[in-house]
């Protein structure tokens, strides 16, 4: 094992995908039914350095469902029930594939958990403010990541067949934790009693049956002659006690986004990147709408996915993806926008006044989960606020966002900053905070006074209000955000990654919080042990001869 030469991870990636394009999933409708089969094949994988066995998933297997998951929510407003199981015999889901960890890079690992744990997040979303709820029909084996995307849904249910279990063998086998948030949801979701999870996180072989039931592992066991239609009836009663709007209104497509990929910038219609790989930096431009935009929710929904906030915040999310995965080298990120800032502020009321549609909410959501996203991602966020900017409304959470915020102040230039009622909490971090109530964490009458402020804000009235951080005059600005953006640039990496995690998610501590801040963290940390990924570690000596050999002391 000593002389194994690692694969090199694959190259860029890309996030889009469509039903007609799954290799691993089959998505099927039955009136308010779905079910999402998980089928993956074993030559599919994003690499030829591993095999996908035994419904063992990689990186694109888990695009696919995320895209089947935001094609439900979009496409099929109709659907109240989702049924994820698995069209193998015997077999729901062995977890991340062991070999796809064991060759690829470091960062290309705890990206992957962290796309994946951010998939789960968008199940329980969906199952939280879309009123879809998802049952897992485990008919199966279901192993680590495979129990973790069970114990994402709402109801478990498991087949009694006297072999099928659940378990997280992470720990016992791999020297790791479980990546996807299973430890965390065992106990904070499903009520796992803390020394039964302890007892269950290192049973290799899972548990199964009634044990599994009494354990809080699952919900129900029926026998294999009963199973079939135990899901179907039980996915009845769930999708007959949905809230989901009835009559079924008529969902909208999700077309492709067809960007301009170029080796030095990703261009779409309202969003560009922009690397600069010599000072490894990059510039993310977001541009506010043009020309008259829909302001009645029949206008929203005959523009379809053409409409600005739901075009916009796609290509944002998918050129967020695109550089977590395929520019690690790129760790400073100016964010700017560009455009009319009434034009955003515009969509922004229409927005908040119209939550109560399906579409606009599951668009309000969409940005959310996007802006969500720009907090998860380690990288350092600085936003220019310059003189024919957008900071405004949606688009100023950009600004709050970032780690840093600059805004020139030049009295001979217009230049301000605005808020909309969708900086008043429809927009929450993973804290369950707006961005403004994080900022000014526990001063509730400073929220309510930025809120309530009539027009923009100048460089001087935001730097006073506390909403940018500095604000140079015309003399020092290019200087000032020149050397801001290379001093951070200098900066070791790994601190940056820690130290922006530790400060972006002030106030209180949640189920989604703890996923990313402690998981992720330790998982982070884990992954680069000897004990796990050492030449004798247990994630290399994994379905190889011998044991793997550790260092025993307690760090």
Not at 5 to 32: N, S
Not at 147 to 153: I, P, W
Not at 190 to 218: C, I, M, P, Q
Not at 496 to 517: D, Q, S, V, Y
Request: with cysteine.
């Amino acid at each position: 094992m000593a002389d194994r030469i690692h694969a090199p991870d694959p190259g860029p990636v890309t996030f889009e995908t469509r039903p007609d394009l799954y290799k691993h999933w089959r998505l099927e409708f039955d009136g308010p039914i779905a079910t999402l089969s998980m089928d993956v094949q074993e030559d599919g994988g994003l690499s030829d350095a591993y095999r996908l066995k035994l419904n063992s998933y990689d990186l694109g297997v888990d695009i696919e469902l995320a895209d089947a998951i935001q094609r439900i929510r979009f496409e099929h407003p109709e659907t109240r029930v989702v049924v994820i199981t698995s069209l193998k015999e015997r077999i729901f889901c062995a977890g991340a594939n062991i070999m796809m960890l064991r060759e690829s890079s470091h960062g290309w690992k705890v990206n992957f958990c962290k796309f994946t744990n951010e998939t789960r997040l968008a199940i329980e979303d969906a199952s939280d403010h879309s009123n879809i709820k998802f049952l897992a029909a485990l008919n199966g084996i279901c192993a680590g990541g495979g129990y973790e995307l069970a114990l994402a849904c709402d109801e478990i249910v498991l087949v009694d067949d006297g072999n099928s279990a659940v378990s997280l063998p992470e720990a016992a086998l791999l020297g790791v934790l479980p990546g996807t948030g299973g430890v965390t949801r065992v106990v904070d979701k499903r009520r796992v009693r803390r020394d039964v999870a302890d007892f269950f996180s290192t049973l290799v072989e899972g548990v199964k049956g009634k044990r599994a039931v009494s354990w809080r592992l699952v919900d129900a066991v029926y026998p294999t002659s009963q199973f079939a239609e135990a899901v179907r009836t039980r996915a009845s009663t769930l999708a007959a006690a949905s809230s989901r709007a009835h009559p079924s209104p008529q969902g909208i497509r999700l077309n492709p986004l067809n960007p301009t990929v170029t080796d030095g910038a990703v261009t779409y219609s309202a969003v560009s990147l922009t690397f600069h790989r010599d000072t490894r930096t990059a510039e993310l431009i977001v541009q506010a709408p043009s020309g008259s935009q829909p302001d009645t929710v029949e206008a929203i929904v005959a523009a379809g996915d053409q409409f600005w906030p739901l075009r916009a915040f796609r290509e944002l999310d998918d050129a967020l993806l695109r550089l977590r995965l395929n520019e690690p080298q790129l760790g400073t990120i100016v964010i700017k926008t560009e455009g009319d800032p009434e034009a955003v502020l515009a969509v922004d009321r229409t927005l908040a006044a119209n939550q109560s549609h399906w579409l606009v909410r599951e668009i309000t959501l969409l940005m959310k989960r996007t802006l969500k996203r720009l907090d998860l991602t380690s990288r350092t966020f600085f936003a220019c606020i310059e003189p024919g900017s957008a900071f405004a409304g949606s688009l100023f959470e950009l600004a709050l966002a970032a780690d840093r915020s600059y805004m020139l102040d030049d009295p001979e230039r217009d230049n301000g900053v605005w808020v909309s009622p969708l900086n008043g909490g429809l927009l929450p971090m993973s804290n369950g905070l707006s961005r403004l109530q994080s900022r000014f964490l526990g001063d509730a009458a400073k929220v309510a006074d930025v809120l309530a402020h009539a027009g923009g804000y100048s460089a001087s009235d935001a730097l006073e209000a506390g909403l940018v951080t500095f604000a140079p005059d015309e003399i020092d600005w290019d200087d000032e955000v020149r050397l801001a953006v290379e001093a951070r640039a200098a900066f070791s990496p790994d601190a940056l990654t820690g130290l922006e995690a530790n400060l972006r998610f002030a106030g209180p501590e949640t189920m989604e919080t703890k996923i990313f801040g402690r998981l992720t963290a330790w998982q982070n940390w884990i992954f680069q042990r000897p004990n796990a990924v050492g030449e004798k570690g247990a994630l290399q000596a994994y379905g190889q001869q011998g044991r793997p050999e550790f260092d025993w002391r307690r760090t």
